[in-house]
Every structure is written in structure tokens, then in C-alpha cells.
């Protein structure tokens, strides 16, 4: 399929990058869950349900920095509000799980969800209607990041607004929604959010087969996401988007019309991110507010500043062990994690601009020698 | 090819890094998890309950352990962050394979942990007052119930202090908005018209109350006994009491009765404007029986601090403690079914007198305490329950809820059974 | 019932040097009625306090003892004793009876005479009673302002014997008030209900908009005054009066709101005018840096418990210092290397506020610390019966502008503001002409945070000082810092005014949530129409 393209444009080197990483992220999952499935539970090889679930949150994660990663590592636009694409997504898939529960919740209604059968709600608001498809919640999770990265980057950059000032309209974004989602009569659960999920496609969602299957969904998802990022970027439309991070008044000169460019790679990204959300729902079995906290995209943006941005799979790495560190570390240290949690962001920003893969020597994609702009 | 080396590092680390609890000592060992946050927003109230389950292990422990062997606690720390919470107790049940789990404070993080604790079939004990509308066959709640804690504090200000107009103040979150509706159609009950009555809710951590209090002062100035019921949480109680008393308004004026403040939440905050406003619980410091001199005794020597003060919580977790202690004992063994079935009906003898009975619906039957702030952040009780109320997990005001009960024993065992069809509805199990 | 009134007025009246060679009698029976106190129950103590009554001026300081929760019985022989229950172990008792002093005795000792709201109110009335004769007329003037909100026939009969011989203006002019409400409530004459109309008329005391209220309503019900139009006219043309005036103080007090909100927003983004505005580091540990401030008063109080009225003065510089040394410190050791990386100072920082967080949670624990209000900073300035400003706002609202003030004046007459803004426009041209850039960076960075250390100072007396004190204040920081405009310092006090106030006019509308995300929402839009806020920086140096 690549080779369809303009050879000229990629190096050897970066396909066998990609090939490389495609099929050792897909190998590795294949592998853990065959470990899972048949490999008897007194084996030391043996993986545990706990631990692909756990992976399966990672990977999600690593979708979520994979967005970040593009509009941040390769436009050079700091956003310190994915997290509210992610939580999006994450509550249009809560909302057709919600839906799924049907009678079953503690009341026994056949159609409401149980917060609002105690809020005395008499019937489903209007902005519910549909997630009872699953296919049509899946298409939301998508859709409505998308038109909100739309209208907000539309704004924001059609009037220039950029850097420091953009990252903070974001994270003002992503705090007014929490605001927003915390209030019980947004309908939408309020502080507890939705959760008690009971099935999804008609399959149990606490069944170690469903588990399975999610983490093995979330594994093809994060590899078609990454093939996709990767044909982006390096395409033309991504040479462009590469040059903007660079420099993008010479951008604008040379007749290109920037914020066309930076509207589409935000709208992607806020969809990849939305996505990422609705996977991580069923897995983690909740939604609620505090997901659009606005200290959770800063974290995800440190992912990424600890993997190494500009690099696709330095988003990913950064995601998986910034999360696998605090898995472990407040487990270990439950006292001290955020000494080591707060060391380690200094200290990687410090030492490690390039990141955790600047340490093998990666360089960010195209910016090398010829870039002097830091973003 | 440097992306090969990194990953090869990577997955060696991460590969030493999973595997690292199988070779840990799986000896003669009882684990009690203890899923507590120890950062974040709930950090504040949630490590003193951590410290009183270490405490009450350190003691068990010196008594000879249980069962003939040593109890471990297992500490994580959630980090107040919801989703965690479920993580950790999967984490908890599955990898460190405890026998049992003290934890959880906000009705969210219960809610997060709940589908993983029925799937994995745990134990946890909930120490915390709530709203109530909930059973599950894995959790037992010590804290009050709506109607342990709510009710009989709007019943003393209506009888006693003869309130007839209401402010119902909350944070904007389940437990006060559950509590207010029950409250509320209570009120409604009991002839309060509806424009005697005022419901608030503010943003949690909220810190301007100026209009809010203002507001407050007016609506009580219209020549009827007025009275707050505040179910405002942690934090954000100490900006409104002090707005409270610098807009000068006394308890005399405008009683206040909090569901959320004991003496913990007044140890960070002056009293003195305060003195006089209420709070209901079942369980204060102040009240002076052996039992209770003996928890601060312990609790003060445990903590190394002599100015720490004890709370309601505390003593639900003491109370579940002892009660899953006995329940171990009484079956010789730690399995989760054979204990839960052993925990109906134990009882423990309460703090404040009096003995607690772990009923049928997995609550406890409590005494239900009224007291007046001090000025030394104490508690005094100027009003009590005679004998023990029995909490409700269904509140029998809402009317989602009225023709619930929950009843664990057999041949019920449904945690929400509707005694109009006669079906266990919802719920898989 | 009327006799026993002037009984009561006589006794308090007849100098107390008249009935000294009662007063052994009267000592036992008051001991003998008060000594029931000690073992009764709450349900029974109103019984005996209402006894306590007839005696007069000399249950005083025993009635006194017991509202503010200082009555106490011995053990040892069931005396009632007067201590203070806050102090030490040991502590200095007197007799309640005859004030007399009584060896010291130690707390567990004593058992305390409990009181409750019913009862304080009880005594309340009960005191102002009594003390309706006392010389003194603050102290009668307190009694009958008691009286205006427990009206009874017993009080009305007490106080229409007071005004015949009251002498103080003040005081003669609330009985008079006093007695008109009554009127306005019972009386069904004319000419009475006309008189107590215009002495009520324009008086904010909600009690008097509520009185002339519930009797236009019985009206309205066909209950009262039919077919007086005159009054009619004259009532209705005062309710309309106060309701005007009711209406202008609310708004007076919603824009002080709005005021005070926006000195807590400016001060807690004063600090971030600097780093952020002046030296471009996103300093998401700006939040930890005020928490650090509240923190020290709370330091400082701990050191000198006996002198909290002084304290603020001194915690003010300590803060300064503490968050200025500790920002000297991020920016030594942090922000330094991310000079040319603006946007990755935010993640170091958050790595920093992360660290400081923890610390102050492992050095004193993740419980909230007390920190007492000096007197002066507690209660209200009241302006009048339905307008008042909280002492706290006050002053915080004073201590923002005095703070802004100083800034500017740093930042625009002194050499080191001077060096400050050369280093931010062009950092080698200052160089080059000897200014040490590094010291500078430092200092302007130790400016910034030691402003936040004052925002902390300020904070600690309305909210709580706890390890997530910062959190709660870092967003609104950057907003109004972003929306005033970047670089510019009247933007931050302008924008942090303009916020709070739009805020508190949105909230009895919204709701305080729903006004809050309007506000964010209102926000981001104005970003997005004027990127560079209200006051664009005037800068002759392009970035």
C-alpha cells in the first residue's frame, strides 16, 4: 500500500519503523491474550484478566496521546483540553452502555437510566434518543468531538489565536464542561457520572471473553489510528502541517491558508481522541466528570513530553509508561508516588526535551537541523 | 535501528515489572485491603480512616491475629480519582488476593468499585453516611442511612426548635441531592408548604457564598423560625460557616444542621461563630462511655498526636472491622459467601453505648445523636434517639423507592426486592 | 400579670445598695434554684432558668456564665462555678452566686452546665430584661434591639414603662420602633396605626417591611383596616419606599459581591501578571505557591498563639518571602533551562506543583489547618440593617488594591521594574548594556510567587488552607491574566474586577455553577474575537 505513494517522501528507515512497531504492538496483544485464554492459570506464563484489562486502558491512553501527539508534536498547537474529546466520546459510549442496562438497573424501569429514576425524571431527554444504537453511539462518540473541535478551532484559529493563549482556552473549554457534566440536571448522572454497565452487543461486558476482545479491539483500533497518523503526516497535507509547526507565517506566504490546515488536524485529532474515550468506557466500566478535569490533559500532554513528540510511537510508549509507572507506584508507594510522579516530569522536560526515545536518538519527525523554532 | 532498542528495553521493564508480585511471601497471612485516597481532593477525609483500619489491624494483630494467623493490610491509593478506584480493587481482589476490603468514601468511588466487587465477588465495608438507595450482597454499609441521620435531625427541628420555613443547602452531587428529595417529600409530608421551603446546591469546593448566605439571611427574615439543612461537603463547609458567622448570623437566628460536618471538618476551622449550630451523626467524641475513652486512648497513642480528634466515620469502620472480625471467627474461614452470611445479625457494642446490629438489608441499626458545636470543636449531644434506629437502604419517602426492601437472608437474598410484584428486580444475580 | 411587671421594674430600679441586708437570703435561694441546674436535663433546665428570672440583677453573672457556655459544676461539692472552659488544665474558677474566688481547679474536675440554642435564646430574652434598667445605655440600647425581635405583652409592658423614663436618644428611638411594630401588629385604631406608620416609615429593619407587609396582605384578605383610605395611601406609599430603597441596597450589595470576588481573582492573579505576563513561564505551580502563603500564616500563628491579632502583619512578609524564595528556587532550578520553551515551563511546573503538593501533605498532613480570624477581620461593618460588609472582604478587597498599587509602582519607578520590563522586551539588548539577566529572571520570578504568597495570606481567611487550596484558584488565574490581557497589569485588575462582578450579577439568575461555566464560556469566546485580551500589550517590540 505504501509503496503507492511517492516513494521519495519516507525513508526506508521510517516504514520499517512503522511495519516494526505495527507488528509488535499486534503480535504483543495477540500474544498476551493467548496467554490469557490458553495458558492454564497455574502456568507462570499465564496473564491475568486484571492485567489486559489493564493494558487495555493503556492502549486507550495511547490512543488519547496519539491525538495529542499530532496536533502538538507535528502543528505545534499545545491543546490542554483532549481530555474533553476523550470524556465526549467516553459518554456518548456511557450513554448507549447506560441504555443497555434497560430493566435491569436497581428500579427495575424499563427505559431510565437509575439516576434519573430517582431524579423523577418522567421520560428520556431528547439528547438521548438514538444511543440505543450502538452503532449510532459509536458514530456520536466520534462526531460530536468533532463538530466541538470544529466550531472551537474554527474560531480559534481563523482569529489567530495561538500557543500559550490557545492552551488556555482550552483548558478553560474542558473546565466548563466539567462544570457543566457535574450538574445533575444536565442529565448526564451528574458528579457519579454513568456506570453499572451491564453488556455490550448483547455480549457481557464482565465476562473475561468480552475483556479480551475489548483489549484486542483496542489494539487493532490504536494500530489502524497509528497507520492512519502516520500516512497523514506524511503526506503532503503533512508536510504542510509539519511546516506550520515551523514556521506558519512562511506558511501563510507562501499562499497556503493555515488555519484550513490546523482546523483539520485539530477535528482528526479531537475524533481519534473521542474514540479512544468510547473504548475506554466499557473497560474501565465509568464515566464521570472528573475525566474533563483539566489536570487529566495536562497529564496527557506529559505522556507525550516524557515519550517524545513529533514521534508517533513516542506518544504511545510515553502514554504506556507514564501509566504503568503510576499503576505501580501507587501501589508501591502509595505515599510518596507524586514525589516520584512530580520528579520524573521535571526532570524529563529538563533533561529529555526530546523525550524518553531522544534517548535512542530519535529525532522529532523533520524538524532536525533545519528547525530552529521550538514549540 | 533505535525504535527496537527502545522497545526492547521497555518491555523487558514493563515484563520484570508484572511478574514482580508472583514471587512475593505468600505465608500464613490474612490481607485486608485498605482502598483509601491518600492524594487528591479526598485525601483529607479518607487517610484518618486509612489510619484507623492500620490501627485496628496493629491491635487485632497483638491480640494473636485472626484465625490463628497474622493480618496484612494491602494499602493503595486511589488518588481520588473515580475510575481508580475500580482499577485498584480489581487490583486489590484479583492480584493481591485480599480477604476483605475497608474502603471507599464519596458515593462515586462506591459506584466505581461496586460492579467490580460483585463480579470478583469481594467484600467491602463502607464506612461512610450516605444516601442510601443501594444494596449489594458484596458491601456492607456502616454508615447512616437517609433515615439515621437526616430524618431524625429535621424531626428535632421541627418538634424541638419548631422550624417552619427550611433551606435545604448542598453540594451539587447524589448524596445531598437524594437526601434533600427525601427530605423534601418529608417535609411535604408533614404540612410545610412548598414556598417554606429552599433548596440550594453549589459546586463542590465552592469557596464565595456571600450571595448564597445573603440570600439565606433573607429568606429567614420573614418572622418565621428558620432553619438550614446543610448537606454541604468537606471543604467547602469551612468558607460558608465563616461567612455564616461574619454576616452575623447565629444559630439562635438560623440554626444550621450538617450531615457532613463532625469533628474532624471543625478541627480545621474557628468555632467560635459557629457555636451552637448542629450536626447529626452516630457517633460523637464528646460522648463520655468506657468504650469510647478507650478508642481516643488508642487512637492518640496510634497516631502519636494528642490534639487528633475521632469522628463518626472512624467509628463505622471500627464497628465493620470488629463485626467482620467476629463473622471470621464465627465460620473459621475468610471466604467471602460463608462470611457474608455469617455478618447478618452479628452485633458489636457501639462507641457511644448501646449495641449496633448488622441487619438483613447489609445496614446498621445505630443510635442517631443531635448535637451543638462547642467552642472547642467538640460536639455536645443536646438530643438523641431512644434506642437504636434501623438504617433503610430504601427510602421509604421517594416514590421510586418506597415499595423496595433489601433482605439478604434466605430465601429472599435480593438487595432490591419489590414487595408489590414480589420480584428481585434488576441486578444479574 | 401587670403587677408582677412593675415588681420587676421596681426591683431592678431600686439601687442595689437598698437591698443589702437581703442579700444573704437571696443568695441561698438563688443557690438552692440554681444548684438544680447542674443535675438537670435539657427538657427540665428551661423550668428553672425561667425561676431564675425573679431574681433579678444579681442571676446576672450566672445567667451571663451559662449562655456563653462557662458554667460549670464542681464535682467535689455540686457548687456552680464560672470558668472558662477554653483555657489550660488548670484553671481559675469563681463562684457563679457571689463572684467569689475559688481555688483553681482542673477541667475533668468540673462538669459542664449544658446549654442549648433554645436556651440561649431563653436567657437572651431573660437578660435583655433585665438589663432594660441598667445605667449604662449601650447595654439597654442591646436589650431592647432583643426585645424588636422577641415581641410578647410581657416586653411591651416592660418597655412602655422604660420609655417614660429613658433619657438616651437612641435608645428612646428603637423602644419607640419597638413599640410601633407592636402597634402596627394589634392595634386596630386609626390614629394609632397612622402615628406607628410614621415612625417606622423608612426604617430598613426587616422586621419593618415584614410588619407592614403582613398587614397589606390582611388587608387584601379583608381582615383589616377597611375603610381607611388616608392610612391606606400613606401605608402603601411607605412599603413602596422601603421596597425602593430594599431593591437599591440588594444591587449595592450583589456589585460588593462582585467586588470582593474579583479582589480574591486579582490577587490570586496579580502574581501571575508576573511570571506569566512579564516572563512568559506558565507557572502551573502558581496555585501550590499561594497555598504555601496560607500556609504560613497558619506557621505563624502556631508560633505566636497568644498574639493572633497581630499575626496577619506578620505573616505577610513571611509569606512574601517563603513563596518568593521558594519561586527564587523553581527558577534556579527549573525554569532557567526552559528559557527558550515557554510552553514546556508548564510541564515542569506542573511536575513542581505536583512535588510541592505532596510535601505539604507528608509535612502536615492532608487535613485542612485551622487558621483564626484576628477580631478585627471577623464580623460585619454595618452599614445599615440590610447592608453590610463582611470585615474579611473588606480588608482583602483594601489589601488587593494596596498590593496592585505596590506592583505597579515596582514595576513602573523602580530600577529593578525597569530592568525587569528590558529583560522581557529584549533580553540580549539588556544584556548587552550590563544588566544581569539571570539575577533579574530570578528576582521577577521571586516577585511573581511572592505575590502569590500574599494571595495565600488573604485566601486563608476566607476559605480553607489545605494541600488542594491552590487547585481550586490556578484556572481562574490564567482566565483573568489571559482575559485582561497578557503583559498588561491594569488588564489584570480591570479583567479580575470585570469577572467577579459579571459573576455575581449572573448568579441569582443562573445559579453559582451555571454562572460560573458563562462566565468561562463568555471567556473563551472574547479570546477567540481578541486574542490579546481587553488592554493588548503595548509593546514596541514584536515577539
Sequence with gaps: MISSYKRGWYSENKIKSLYGFLSFLLVLSGAVSFCNVYIPRESPLHVEIFTITLLGKYLCLAILALSIDIVWGYCGILSLGHGAFFALGGYAMGMHLMLQI????????PTL???????????????????????????????????????????????????????????????????????????????????????????????????????????????????????????????????????????????????????????????????AGALYVPQVGIINPGEFAPLNSIEAVIWVAVGGRGVLYGAVIGAVLVNFAKTRFTAL??????????????????????????????????????????? | MKFFNVLKQTTMLVAVCLTYPAFSEESETIKVGVLHSLSGTMAISETTLKDTVLMMIEEQNQLGGLLG????????????????????????????????????????????????????????????????????????????????????????????????????????????????????????????????????????????????????????????????????????????????????????????????????????????????????????????????DDFIAQWKKFIKDDKRVTNDPMEATYIGFKMWVQAVEKTGTTDVDAVAEAMLGLTTPNLTGGIAVMNRNHHLSKPVLIGEIQADGQIEVVWETHGTVIGDAWSDYLPSSKDLVADWAKPISCGNFNTKTAKCSGQNF | MSIKNRYLILLILIPWTCLSHFAAAWERDLRDKASLLAQASLRETPGIVADLETFGEPALPLLEAMLNGNLHSRRSDKRLVIADSQSAEQIPIIDAVTAEKLQDSRKRLLTKVRVNNQLRKQIRRIISRITLGSPNASVRHKAVDNMLYNLNPQSIGLLAEAKKIETDRDVLKLINLTLAINDLRTSDESQVLLDATNTVRGNLEPIVFNTISTLLRQHEANQRIQDDEFFLRQIKRVHAELQTKIKFYQLAERFYYGLSLGSVLLLAASGLAI?????????????????????????????????????????????????????????????????????????????????????????????????????????????????????????????????????????????????????????????????????????????????????????????????????????????????????????????????????????????????????????????????????????????
Design chain 3, 275 to 543: 511570571t506569566f505576563g512579564v516572563m512568559r513561564v506558565i507557572n502551573m505551580a502558581h496555585g501550590e505557591l499561594i497555598m504555601l502563603g496560607a500556609y504560613t500564616t497558619y506557621v505563624v500563628q502556631l508560633i505566636m498563639p497568644s498574639y493572633i491579632e497581630f499575626s496577619i502583619y506578620v505573616a505577610i512578609p513571611c509569606a512574601f518571602l517563603v513563596s518568593g524564595g521558594v519561586g527564587i528556587m523553581i527558577e534556579r532550578f527549573v525554569i532557567r533551562f526552559l528559557r527558550d520553551r515557554p510552553l514546556e515551563t508548564l510541564l515542569a511546573t506542573f511536575g513542581v506543583s505536583l512535588i510541592l503538593q505532596q510535601s505539604v501533605r507528608s509535612l502536615f498532613s492532608p487535613l485542612n489547618r485551622q487558621v483564626s480570624n484576628p477580631d478585627w477581620l471577623s464580623g460585619s461593618l454595618e452599614i445599615n440593617p440590610i447592608f453590610a460588609l463582611t470585615y474579611n472582604r473588606l480588608y482583602i478587597l483594601l489589601f488587593a488594591l494596596i498590593v496592585f498599587a505596590n506592583l505597579v509602582l515596582i514595576i513602573k519607578k523602580t530600577d529593578l521594574g525597569l530592568q525587569i520590563r528590558a529583560v522581557s522586551q529584549n533580553r540580549e539588548m539588556a544584556k548587552c548594556m550590563g544588566i544581569k539577566t539571570d539575577w533579574v529572571d530570578a528576582l521577577t520570578f521571586g516577585l511573581g510567587s511572592g505575590l502569590a504568597g500574599l494571595a495565600g495570606v488573604a485566601l486563608s481567611q476566607i476559605t480553607n488552607v489545605g494541600p488542594n487550596l491552590g487547585q481550586a484558584y490556578i484556572i481562574d488565574s490564567f482566565m483573568v491574566v489571559v482575559f485582561g490581557g497578557v503583559g498588561n497589569l491594569y488588564g489584570t485588575l480591570v479583567g479580575g474586577f470585570s469577572l467577579g462582578v459579571i459573576n455575581k450579577f449572573l448568579e441569582p439568575i443562573a445559579g453559582t455553577v451555571l454562572s460560573n461555566i458563562i462566565v468561562l464560556i463568555f471567556i473563551v469566546f472574547f479570546i477567540q474575537l481578541r486574542p490579546s485580551g481587553l488592554f493588548p500589550e503595548t509593546s514596541r517590540v514584536s515577539k
Design chain 2, 69 to 292: 494467623k497474622q493480618l496484612k493490610a494491602v494499602v493503595v491509593d486511589p488518588a481520588s480519582n473515580w475510575p481508580l478506584f475500580a482499577e485498584k480493587t480489581r487490583e486489590l481482589i484479583s492480584k493481591e488476593e485480599v480477604d476483605v476490603i475497608f474502603g471507599c468514601w464519596t458515593s462515586v468511588s462506591r459506584k466505581s468499585v461496586l460492579p467490580v466487587i460483585e463480579e470478583l465477588n469481594g467484600l467491602l465495608f463502607y464506612p461512610v453516611q450516605y444516601e442510601g438507595e443501594e444494596s449489594s450482597r458484596n458491601v456492607f454499609y456502616t454508615g447512616a442511612a437517609p433515615n439515621q441521620q437526616a430524618i431524625p435531625a429535621v424531626d428535632y427541628f421541627m418538634n424541638e426548635i419548631g422550624v417552619e420555613r427550611w433551606v435545604l443547602a448542598g453540594t451539587d452531587y447524589v448524596y445531598p441531592r437524594t437526601t434533600n428529595k427525601i427530605l423534601e417529600a418529608y417535609l411535604l409530608a408533614n404540612g410545610v408548604s412548598e414556598e417554606d421551603i429552599m433548596i440550594n446546591y453549589t459546586p463542590f469546593g465552592h469557596s464565595d457564598w456571600q450571595g448564597i448566605v445573603s440570600g439565606i439571611k433573607k429568606f429567614g427574615s420573614s418572622g418565621k423560625k428558620t432553619g438550614v439543612v446543610s448537606t454541604i461537603n468537606g471543604d467547602a463547609n469551612v468558607p460558608f460557616y465563616k461567612e455564616l458567622g461574619n454576616q452575623g448570623i447565629s444559630a439562635e437566628d438560623i440554626p444550621v444542621v450538617a450531615f457532613s460536618v463532625g469533628e474532624e471538618e471543625l478541627s480545621g476551622l474557628d468555632t467560635k461563630p459557629l457555636i451552637g449550630h448542629l450536626a447529626a451523626w452516630n457517633y460523637f467524641q464528646s460522648v463520655q462511655t468506657r468504650e469510647n
Design chain 1, 102 to 109: 434497560g430493566d435491569r438497573g436497581v428500579y427495575g424501569h
Design chain 1, 113 to 275: 437510566p437509575d439516576f434519573m429514576v430517582f431524579l423523577n425524571w418522567s421520560e428520556l431527554p431528547w439528547f438521548w434518543v438514538g444511543f440505543d444504537s450502538f452503532w449510532f453511539a459509536l458514530f456520536c462518540s466520534a462526531l460530536l468531538p468533532g463538530v466541538l473541535a470544529f466550531v472551537f478551532g474554527w474560531l480559534a484559529f481563523r482569529s489567530r489565536v495561538t500557543g500559550v493563549y490557545f492552551s488556555i482556552i482550552t483548558q478553560a473549554l474542558t473546565y466548563a464542561l466539567m462544570l457543566a457534566f457535574f450538574r445533575n440536571e444536565m442529565g448526564f448522572g451528574g458528579n457519579n457520572g454513568l456506570t453499572d454497565f451491564k453488556d455490550i452487543l448483547g455480549f457481557d461486558l464482565q465476562s473475561d471473553a468480552v475483556r479480551v476482545s475489548l483489549f484486542l479491539c483496542t489494539a487493532m483500533t490504536l494500530s489502524v489510528a497509528y497507520y492512519l497518523c502516520f500516512l497523514l503526516m506524511e503526506s503532503k497535507f503533512g508536510r504542510v502541517v509539519l511546516a506550520i509547526r515551523d514556521s506558519e507565517e512562511r506558511v501563510r506566504f507562501l499562499g497556503y491558508q493555515t488555519e484550513i490546515y490546523k482546523v483539520a488536524v485539530f477535528v482528526f485529532s479531537a475524533i481519534l481522541a473521542g474514540i
Design chain 1, 333 to 375: 508507594f502509595p505515599e510518596e508516588w507524586l514525589f516520584v510522579l512530580g520528579a520524573l516530569f521535571v526532570l524529563v522536560t529538563i533533561f529529555l526535551p526530546r523525550g524518553l526515545i531522544g534517548l535512542a536518538g530519535d529525532r522529532p519527525s523533520n524538524s532536525g537541523e533545519t528547525s530552529r523554532r521550538e514549540f
